[in-house]
């Protein structure tokens, strides 16, 4: 079994390469790449719908480290989150409900601040 399954987030001229754990939601979503979303912004956070649904892991949280990809179960949709969000605690990532932990972006996420509403974003293998 590979240790990771690698994959590339990509919007307008940007590409950033990452990889999705071995979780089950990190499953599904691997299952059915590529997708196509329209993103939306909460903050310095982007988050978009997948056409998967899962329930909560047991290891489900509410503040991750920028870059975490997290899939945001009552949204059917991935968030990254890559600062702070209107509910935040200093300068934590804190999501709006606790999130399943699915992968990690491996590059900068300064072009994250780039990504605008509506914006059309892929998720693909690599």
Same mark, same amino acid.
């Given at each position: 079994?590979?240790?990771?399954?690698?994959?590339?987030?990509?919007?307008?001229?940007?590409?950033?390469?990452?990889?999705?754990?071995?979780?089950?939601?990190a499953d599904k979503?691997?299952?059915? #790449?590529?997708?196509?979303? &329209?993103?939306?912004?909460?903050?310095?956070? +982007?988050? *978009?719908? /997948?056409?998967?649904? =899962?329930? #909560?892991?047991?290891?489900? &949280?509410?503040?991750?480290?920028?870059?975490? +990809?997290? *899939?945001? /179960?009552?949204?059917? =949709?991935?968030?990254?989150?890559?600062?702070?969000?209107?509910?935040?605690?200093?300068?934590?990532?804190?999501?709006?409900?606790?999130?399943?932990?699915?992968?990690?972006?491996?590059?900068?996420?300064?072009?994250?601040?780039?990504?605008?509403?509506?914006?059309?974003?892929?998720?693909?293998?690599?």
């Amino acid at each position: 079994m590979q240790d990771k399954r690698e994959i590339f987030v990509c919007w307008g001229n940007y590409t950033l390469k990452g990889y999705l754990n071995f979780s089950p939601t990190a499953d599904k979503l691997w299952e059915i #790449l590529p997708t196509k979303s &329209t993103v939306h912004r909460w903050g310095d956070e +982007i988050y *978009f719908k /997948v056409p998967i649904k =899962s329930t #909560l892991e047991k290891d489900a &949280t509410d503040v991750v480290p920028p870059g975490t +990809i997290c *899939f945001w /179960v009552e949204g059917n =949709s991935v968030a990254i989150p890559f600062g702070r969000t209107p509910i935040s605690i200093e300068n934590e990532c804190r999501l709006i409900t606790n999130v399943n932990i699915i992968g990690n972006l491996s590059d900068s996420i300064d072009p994250l601040f780039s990504v605008r509403e509506n914006t059309e974003i892929e998720i693909r293998k690599l």
